[in-house]
C-alpha cells in the first residue's frame, strides 16, 4: 500500500490479558521498526526486522514483548500478561534498507484497564 | 548516551504568530539530525532533516539549522497556521549502527488558535 498501516487503531483489553498488534509496511521495505509512545514521553525503541537477518530485540522491556515478521512483509507485536503500564501507543515503522528516514503508521492506541 | 532535549510544551500560539521549538542534542560522533510531525490521528511523518553541521533543513515554511557549536537544531516557522497543529518530534541519527540509533526527543505539543 501507499503506506505503513496498523491495526487495530485502538484496543483495549483487561490487565492479564495478552493482545497481538500488527503492522502492515510499505512494500519493498525491508527495514521495519516498533516503537513504544507512552503518555507525555518520547519514542521509545521496541524491535527492529532488516530482511531475513537476525532482528534486533535489544529495546523489548521484557520478556512478555515479542514480535515476528515473515519476509518482508507483515509484522505481529505480541504483549502477554498486560499491565497498566504497557498501556501506550504503539507505532511501526518502515524503510528501504539503506534510507534513514523511516515512514510511520498511525499506530495502535493500547489501554490496560 | 546520545540523548535529544526538546523545549516542554504545551506551546499555545495564535494565527501568524512566530514559531520556535528549541531542540538540543548530546551524540558521540556526528549525527544526522531530523524534525518529525505527528498531526492529530495521524502517524509521524518527517517534516525536514539536516545530515552535516550548517546544513539548513526546510519543509513547508518550516526551517531547522544544524548547529554543531551550540549542539542545536530549533524548528521556526515565520508564521503559523491553525493546521500546524500537531505534536513535533526532535530525532538523531548516526551516521553508522543499528536501528537504535535514532534517538527521539520527548515531543512538543503546538496548539494553533485561529
Known amino acids: 500500500g501507499a503506506g505503513v498501516s496498523q491495526s487495530p487503531s485502538n484496543k483495549v483489553t483487561e490487565k492479564g490479558k495478552d493482545v497481538e498488534l500488527r503492522c502492515d509496511p510499505i512494500?519493498?521495505?525491508?527495514?521495519l521498526y516498533w516503537y513504544r509512545q507512552r503518555l507525555g514521553q518520547g519514542l521509545e525503541f521496541l524491535i527492529y526486522?532488516?530482511?531475513?537477518?537476525?532482528?534486533?530485540k535489544s529495546g523489548l522491556p521484557s520478556d512478555r514483548f515479542s514480535a515476528e515478521r515473515t519476509g518482508e512483509s507483515v509484522s505481529t507485536l505480541t504483549i502477554q500478561r498486560t499491565q497498566q503500564e504497557d498501556s501506550a501507543v504503539y507505532l511501526c515503522a518502515s524503510s528501504l534498507a539503506r534510507e534513514r528516514a523511516r515512514t510511520f503508521g498511525s499506530g495502535t492506541r493500547l489501554t490496560v484497564v | 548516551g546520545d540523548s535529544v532535549t526538546q523545549m516542554e510544551g504545551p506551546v499555545t500560539l495564535s494565527e501568524e504568530a512566530f514559531l520556535t521549538i528549541n531542540c538540543t542534542y548530546t551524540?558521540?560522533?556526528?549525527?544526522?539530525l531530523f524534525w518529525y510531525v505527528q498531526y492529530p490521528g495521524e502517524g509521524l511523518q518527517l517534516l525536514l532533516k539536516?545530515?552535516?553541521?550548517?546544513d539548513k533543513g526546510s519543509n513547508k515554511g518550516f526551517e531547522a539549522t544544524y548547529r554543531k557549536e551550540t549542539t542545536s537544531f530549533h524548528l521556526e516557522k515565520g508564521s503559523v497556521q491553525v493546521s500546524d497543529s500537531a505534536v513535533y518530534f526532535c530525532a538523531l541519527q548516526l551516521s553508522s549502527g543499528s536501528a537504535r540509533q535514532l534517538t527521539f526527543g520527548s515531543g512538543t505539543q503546538l496548539t494553533v488558535l485561529p
Open positions: 512494500s519493498g521495505h525491508t527495514a
Open positions: 526486522f532488516q530482511g531475513n537477518s537476525a532482528p534486533d
Open positions: 551524540a558521540t560522533g556526528y549525527p544526522s
Open positions: 539536516a545530515t552535516k553541521a550548517d
